[in-house]
């Protein structure tokens, strides 16, 4: 740092220590001396952090006005920032020295992190050419931080600052680099009839206008590196702002800083200070749910503030009802170019008035991305919506990435912004593109249909379902194991049941491609216990009307819509599902479905208490799965029964159906959870020692295939055995264990997780750890009222209160 440097920073230090010192003793805050001084609260924070090191005279003169000091107070902050070599910024300026910026917005809030750097940046132009890019999506906010940032930084720019609206995205009426040099030329003082014709001598004269000079140039809404490369400046002591939705990165030297959308407590404070605190504070929950619908877009939360400006009247909750309506959402956000659709509309016109033929068809691929409606976009979907191979499109993706249109989360992983796909949705709806949007959404659906068929055969090989016609694998990601495939599921459930939900409005597309999509999707959701899920899709796919002349798929659907109505308690419902189911295959005379159906029907009347009618139901599956010789439907079948047998008693039977289960294995997976389910059915029968000999086989099983699921559920029964017999050390380790391992294949809660947490809580009251079990419990409660499972939310919480009325919690 050189003398004068030095010098200034000493000064700054002085300014702010008298100005925090006058500010304490007026009683003030910052932000109402901000307020009283017409200034921003983030300006005199600065200023008190010594950090703005050449304040205005007129700002030191309303900071005194609003602090009500004396004339020798006020000459005393003026003189501790007066040296030689470092004028204070001329009040008002000189009539040859251009200050062209916009006015800041004066509620200008958040963006603490990038305004600092860009401060910061801009503190270090005296030494060198400061180049900075601020770039994000449209309605961001970049303009407004840029400006303020100048005003802010005034003082370092004494010589002025420059302005040019370059509306790069805007075709048609977008400035070459000639029209804008030649409007800096003009700001700089040189007669039009001196300002030269061709484009290499007006940046010579425009260098040489401004070296010597420290300038800030604020080139906003630029298009490409090559419009802006002229109007740089070239010696040391300026400075160039550039505002862009592109990133331009290859621009050599400069500084990109990214603009995020606001955070909830971000676009609260915004709202609040367009609104006013008091009434966001009186509808905290709308607010929230307004950031929530805006994504947090600054532009966006800025209309409905002054929208509620406007209206005193009116409560946030009702443009929390508009817009949910997404018909109405971007109508709501503005109808003028200053709107959120006409900002959204000039990033798309750019491409789509491209003379490149790969940004017109970036421009399609937008459209057709609002097809994929789940927090992540996939580039194997988006290839087959496209109809593309994947490295096509993948390659408009990242041209929509570089205009801020999709964000990149990682290496072939993507996100739109909800305003953005509701944008991209409005202009695919249009009645010319239906042909176009219909046939996107069928090849989306053959997709997802055929990847839920890949991962149904990885995780149920034994299962009896069928897809309906042929299943196309091109471009479907090869699922090796049972973590990788429920977690891509995971990633894309929401975009396929979206895509579902858009094929119900197009005459025939549900039908044609629900069922086989349902079936298909039966093993993911069975294996992640996601029955709200099931049922949900389930329910859709039946709303669409039976498959033509299938009654075998419709008995499928019917069966498996029983199974999460059982695992969520509402057992008459199962059962009279799967007598329905039931009819349909004995129509079909489907002798494996019907065996099925009585299987499954024996096992919700047995969890009705009905012991003798499940014992019909399993007997009468058995011998119908021995007449149609199915493997899989006779192990089944076995099974089922020696639950019952033990259930009520008969031990050899029941060993004996076990064993004939056991044998009948067809493959490592249904080998050891046929073991598990024997091994739970000797536990409920006390009978702990063969319990664990079948449970012993069941994990070392699931530890050669590898399988999370299994060996989290084996462990949860091994916990339980250990309890039962008083062995607490051992039984928490095994639960604590299990969780680790849902954890591990499941990133969220379920009904499992919530059954292991329970049983936690158990083994925690038994050892006295009262407190901790309230805890573990209260969490169990919150996951099975979450998933529906309100029997079990009901039991623990009479378990809560049995345990608080006992004393025991201390």
Same mark, same amino acid.
């Given at each position: 740092?050189?003398?004068?440097?030095?010098?200034?920073?000493?000064?700054?230090?002085?300014?702010?220590?008298?100005?925090?010192?006058?500010?304490?003793?007026?009683?003030?805050?910052?932000?109402?001396?901000?307020?009283?001084?017409?200034?921003?609260?983030?300006? &005199?924070?600065?200023?008190?952090?010594?950090?703005?090191?050449?304040?205005?005279?007129?700002?030191?003169?309303? #900071?005194? %006005?609003?602090?009500?000091?004396?004339?020798?107070?006020?000459?005393?902050?003026?003189?501790?920032?007066?040296?030689?070599?470092?004028?204070?910024?001329?009040?008002?300026?000189?009539?040859?020295?251009?200050?062209?910026?916009?006015?800041?917005?004066?509620?200008?809030?958040?963006?603490?992190?990038?305004?600092?750097?860009?401060?910061?940046?801009?503190?270090?132009?005296?030494?060198?050419?400061?180049?900075? &890019?601020?770039?994000?999506?449209?309605?961001?906010?970049? +303009?407004?931080?840029? &400006?303020?940032?100048?005003?802010?930084?005034?003082?370092?720019?004494?010589?002025?600052?420059? *302005?040019?609206?370059?509306?790069?995205?805007?075709?048609?009426?977008?400035?070459?680099?000639?029209?804008?040099?030649?409007?800096?030329?003009?700001?700089?003082?040189?007669?039009? /009839?001196?300002?030269?014709?061709?484009?290499?001598?007006?940046?010579?004269?425009?260098?040489?206008?401004?070296?010597?000079?420290?300038?800030?140039? #604020?080139?906003?809404?630029?298009?490409?590196?090559?419009?802006?490369?002229?109007?740089?400046?070239?010696?040391?002591?300026?400075?160039?702002? =550039? =505002?862009?939705?592109?990133?331009?990165?290859?621009?050599?030297?400069?500084?990109? &800083?990214?603009?995020?959308?606001?955070?909830?407590?971000?676009?609260? $404070?915004?709202?609040?200070?367009?609104?006013?605190?008091?009434?966001?504070?009186? @509808?905290?929950?709308?607010?929230?749910?307004?950031?929530?619908?805006?994504?947090?877009?600054?532009?966006?939360?800025?209309? =409905?503030?002054?929208?509620?400006?406007?209206?005193?009247?009116?409560?946030?909750?009702?443009?929390?009802?508009?817009?949910?309506?997404?018909?109405?959402?971007?109508?709501?956000?503005?109808?003028?170019?200053?709107?959120? $659709?006409?900002?959204?509309?000039?990033?798309?016109?750019?491409? %789509?008035?491209?003379?490149?033929?790969?940004?017109?068809?970036?421009? !399609?691929?937008?459209?057709?991305?609002?097809?994929?409606?789940?927090?992540?976009?996939?580039?194997?979907?988006?290839?087959? #919506?496209?109809?593309?191979?994947?490295?096509?499109?993948?390659?408009?993706?990242?041209?929509?990435?570089?205009?801020?249109?999709?964000?990149?989360?990682?290496?072939?992983? *993507?996100?739109?912004?909800?305003?953005?796909?509701?944008?991209?949705?409005?202009?695919?709806?249009?009645?010319?593109?239906?042909?176009?949007?219909?046939?996107?959404?069928? $090849?989306?659906?053959?997709?997802? %249909?055929?990847?839920?068929?890949?991962?149904?055969?990885? +995780?149920?090989?034994?299962?009896?379902?069928?897809?309906?016609?042929?299943?196309?694998? +091109?471009?479907?990601?090869?699922?090796?194991?049972?973590?990788?495939?429920?977690?891509?599921?995971?990633?894309?459930?929401?975009?396929?049941?979206?895509?579902?939900?858009?094929?119900?409005a197009v005459p025939g597309l549900a039908r044609r491609y629900g069922p086989s999509l349902a079936l298909g999707l039966f093993g993911y959701l069975e294996l992640r216990a996601y029955w709200l899920r099931m049922r949900t899709m389930l329910d859709l796919v039946l709303a669409s009307g039976p498959p033509m002349d299938d009654l075998v798929t419709w008995g499928w659907l019917e069966h498996d819509r029983a199974i999460p109505d059982s695992e969520l308690g509402h057992l008459a419902e199962s059962r009279a599902r799967l007598l329905r189911a039931l009819e349909h295959f004995e129509a079909a005379q489907h002798l494996g479905g019907v065996a099925r159906c009585c299987s499954s029907l024996s096992h919700v009347c047995e969890r009705l208490d009905q012991v003798e009618e499940a014992i019909e139901?399993?007997?009468?599956? #058995?011998?119908?799965?021995?007449?149609?010789?199915?493997?899989?439907?006779?192990? +089944?079948?076995?099974?089922?029964?020696? !639950?019952? *047998?033990?259930?009520?008693?008969?031990?050899?039977?029941?060993?004996?159906?076990?064993?004939?289960?056991?044998?009948?294995?067809?493959?490592?997976?249904?080998?050891?959870?046929?073991?598990?389910?024997?091994?739970?059915?000797?536990?409920?029968?006390?009978?702990?020692?063969?319990?664990?000999?079948?449970?012993?086989?069941?994990?070392?099983?699931? %530890?050669?295939?590898?399988?999370?699921?299994?060996?989290?559920?084996?462990?949860?029964?091994?916990?339980?055995? @250990?309890?039962?017999?008083?062995?607490?050390?051992?039984?928490?380790?095994?639960? $604590? /264990?299990?969780?680790?391992?849902? /954890?591990?294949?499941?990133?969220?809660?379920?009904?499992?997780?919530?059954?292991?947490?329970?049983?936690?809580?158990?083994?925690?009251?038994?050892?006295?750890?009262?407190?901790?079990?309230?805890?573990?419990?209260?969490?169990?409660?919150? =996951?099975?009222?979450?998933?529906?499972?309100?029997? /079990?939310?009901?039991?623990?919480?009479?378990?809560?209160?049995?345990?608080?009325?006992?004393?025991?919690?201390?």
């Open positions: 740092m050189d003398s004068v440097d030095g010098e200034v920073v000493a000064m700054a230090a002085e300014f702010s220590e008298l100005l925090r010192r006058h500010r304490l003793a007026a009683g003030h805050t910052q932000a109402a001396l901000a307020e009283l001084a017409g200034l921003s609260e983030q300006a &005199v924070s600065l200023l008190e952090r010594g950090t703005r090191r050449r304040p205005r005279a007129e700002t030191i003169h309303a #900071l005194s %006005t609003a602090l009500k000091l004396t004339t020798e107070a006020e000459q005393e902050l003026l003189g501790s920032i007066r040296a030689t070599g470092t004028p204070v910024s001329p009040s008002p300026p000189a009539a040859h020295v251009p200050w062209e910026l916009p006015q800041t917005v004066a509620d200008f809030t958040a963006r603490e992190g990038q305004l600092s750097k860009v401060l910061d940046a801009l503190a270090g132009s005296g030494s060198s050419t400061v180049c900075l &890019v601020i770039t994000g999506m449209g309605g961001v906010g970049k +303009t407004a931080l840029a &400006v303020h940032a100048g005003h802010l930084s005034a003082g370092q720019f004494p010589d002025g600052q420059l *302005y040019v609206a370059l509306r790069g995205h805007d075709p048609g009426v977008a400035l070459t680099a000639v029209e804008a040099l030649g409007q800096l030329l003009r700001s700089l003082g040189v007669r039009q /009839e001196a300002v030269p014709d061709e484009l290499d001598e007006m940046a010579r004269l425009y260098r040489s206008r401004i070296a010597g000079r420290r300038m800030l140039i #604020l080139l906003d809404d630029a298009s490409s590196v090559d419009q802006v490369t002229p109007l740089l400046p070239g010696g040391n002591g300026s400075a160039a702002l =550039i =505002i862009s939705r592109r990133f331009l990165a290859t621009l050599p030297g400069s500084l990109i &800083v990214r603009l995020p959308t606001f955070t909830s407590s971000e676009s609260l $404070r915004l709202l609040a200070s367009v609104a006013g605190e008091e009434r966001v504070n009186s @509808e905290l929950e709308a607010a929230l749910e307004l950031s929530e619908l805006t994504g947090g877009l600054p532009l966006a939360l800025r209309l =409905i503030g002054a929208r509620l400006t406007m209206r005193p009247q009116w409560l946030l909750q009702h443009f929390v009802d508009q817009l949910q309506d997404e018909r109405r959402s971007l109508d709501e956000l503005g109808l003028d170019h200053s709107g959120v $659709r006409a900002t959204f509309a000039s990033s798309l016109n750019e491409l %789509t008035a491209s003379p490149l033929a790969a940004d017109r068809d970036a421009a !399609i691929a937008f459209d057709l991305l609002s097809l994929a409606d789940g927090p992540e976009i996939s580039v194997p979907l988006v290839a087959r #919506l496209l109809d593309l191979d994947p490295r096509a499109a993948e390659e408009r993706l990242e041209r929509l990435v570089d205009l801020h249109l999709l964000d990149s989360l990682g290496p072939l992983r *993507y996100q739109m912004h909800d305003l953005l796909r509701a944008f991209a949705r409005e202009r695919l709806s249009v009645r010319d593109r239906e042909a176009e949007r219909t046939a996107a959404i069928e $090849r989306g659906l053959r997709f997802y %249909t055929a990847a839920a068929w890949q991962a149904q055969r990885l +995780t149920h090989p034994w299962s009896p379902r069928q897809p309906i016609g042929e299943v196309d694998l +091109t471009g479907v990601p090869t699922f090796t194991n049972l973590t990788d495939a429920p977690a891509w599921f995971d990633a894309e459930y929401d975009s396929i049941l979206a895509l579902y939900k858009l094929a119900s139901w399993g007997e009468r599956g #058995l011998k119908l799965a021995q007449e149609a010789g199915e493997r899989n439907a006779l192990g +089944t079948s076995h099974l089922a029964v020696g !639950i019952l *047998y033990n259930r009520i008693g008969r031990r050899d039977d029941a060993r004996a159906a076990f064993r004939a289960s056991i044998e009948l294995a067809d493959n490592d997976r249904s080998l050891a959870r046929r073991h598990r389910l024997a091994a739970g059915s000797y536990l409920a029968a006390g009978l702990y020692d063969i319990a664990v000999e079948h449970l012993d086989a069941a994990l070392a099983i699931y %530890t050669r295939i590898d399988d999370p699921p299994g060996l989290a559920e084996s462990r949860h029964y091994l916990g339980q055995l @250990e309890f039962a017999r008083g062995n607490y050390p051992e039984a928490e380790r095994n639960v $604590r /264990e299990g969780l680790r391992l849902n /954890e591990l294949y499941n990133n969220s809660d379920s009904q499992r997780r919530g059954l292991l947490l329970a049983s936690l809580a158990a083994i925690q009251d038994a050892t006295a750890k009262h407190a901790a079990a309230r805890l573990t419990r209260s969490r169990a409660i919150e =996951i099975f009222e979450a998933e529906g499972v309100l029997a /079990e939310a009901d039991d623990l919480r009479r378990k809560q209160a049995a345990v608080s009325g006992n004393g025991s919690e201390g």
